[in-house]
């Protein structure tokens, strides 16, 4: 991925303070309304801005993507949720999967974000991408030593591996793509490998695995790279580093942040408007950069901190994958031991 810098984290908290608000209210027929898995902090700016130049006003409802997922199928015919928005592309497949979304026929989108960050069947789109990748602590560990994902499976890691549960989604993508390249028997010895070299049990966050390389609990860990970025924020001087794995093969894994147009949308004409807009390049820099992520739409700029890290080669298996396999991906972790 090219590397591009954008502006700092000041600039971005001046723009959300500076659009009008778009609150979360009762909503009315005249608002487009949006059930959001990503936090009201990093959708509030965007929508207001959309709002600010299309005058389509927006309701949002924010809750994790499983709550959202259950609410849409409960309601059926009667929600007023015009478009899911989640994190993960394997929340995104389910949804699908489920007939929560529809297709979407839209050439701008096809245009836009790359084919394998959207659905096949045009049912969602991925509007910033998520690296997942090797940290480190740079005093007790040499990089030279460190290569592949399959590579932290190795003794030398021995008590020295830190990672977030296998009951969050975004291991499970990690392991599904692991299947999709490997098949399910090398995968489950990978896996195994990893329990082996813990030298904790599973964190509930991947703020905790970063904090535990910190702290000597272990030396190396695998997180989404934005975590870092929120820590980076307030300490430039962590003594933290990033590794981008599997640059000699397939590249580091990533995944989406993304949206696509409920099945009974009442608004989806409004709905493609807002979807066609996210693609956008002040939308792309404005939804990446809040949360420290990298825009799905190549050439658009990065932010300093994202840009700091450097360019890697990503793996470019469609991300559909991470939905498709989650299921064989959480019954191998199980049998691997890794909880």
């Not at 209210?25 to 959708?43: F, K, N, P, W």
């Not at 966050?205 to 989404?224: E, K, M, P």
């Not at 990065?302 to 939905?323: L, M, Q, R, S, Y």
């Amino acid at each position: 991925m090219a590397s591009r810098p954008l502006f700092g984290f000041t600039a971005i908290a001046a723009l959300a303070a500076a659009v009008g608000l778009t609150g979360c209210g009762t909503g009315d027929d005249s608002e487009l309304t949006v059930y959001s898995a990503r936090q009201e902090h990093l959708i509030k700016p965007i929508f207001d801005r959309f709002t600010e130049e299309t005058g389509i006003p927006v309701r949002y409802i924010t809750d994790s993507a499983g709550p959202l997922m259950e609410r849409l199928r409960s309601e059926g015919e009667r929600t007023r949720a015009d478009i899911l928005m989640t994190v993960d592309a394997g929340n995104l497949y389910m949804a699908a999967d489920a007939g929560l979304l529809r297709p979407v026929d839209s050439a701008v989108l096809r245009e836009r974000i790359p084919e394998h960050l959207r659905d096949p069947e045009g049912r969602w789109f991925g509007y910033s991408v998520r690296a997942r990748t090797i940290i480190y602590h740079p005093d007790r560990v040499d990089p030279a030593n460190l290569e592949s994902y399959e590579g932290l499976a190795d003794r030398r890691w021995r008590y020295r591996l830190c990672m977030r549960t296998s009951q969050q989604v975004y291991n499970q993508s990690l392991v599904a793509t692991l299947i999709a390249h490997h098949g399910e028997e090398h995968t489950e010895e990978t896996v195994r490998g990893w329990v082996a070299n813990f030298g904790a049990d599973p964190f509930s966050n991947d703020t905790s695995v970063l904090n535990a390389i910190r702290a000597g609990q272990c030396d190396v860990g695998v997180t989404n790279t934005y975590y870092l970025g929120r820590l980076l924020r307030e300490n430039p001087d962590l003594p933290l580093a990033v590794f981008w794995p599997n640059q000699d093969d397939r590249g580091v894994h990533i995944n989406v942040s993304g949206a696509g147009i409920t099945q009974h949308a009442k608004r989806p004409d409004d709905a493609l408007i807002l979807l066609e807009w996210l693609a956008g390049d002040e939308a792309q820099a404005l939804f990446a950069a809040l949360n420290l992520e990298y825009p799905a739409v190549e050439g658009v700029q990065w932010d300093p901190i994202v840009a700091g890290w450097g360019e890697f080669k990503a793996d470019t298996i469609n991300v559909a994958e991470a939905g498709r396999l989650q299921r064989q991906a959480t019954m191998l972790m199980d049998r691997a031991g890794y909880r």
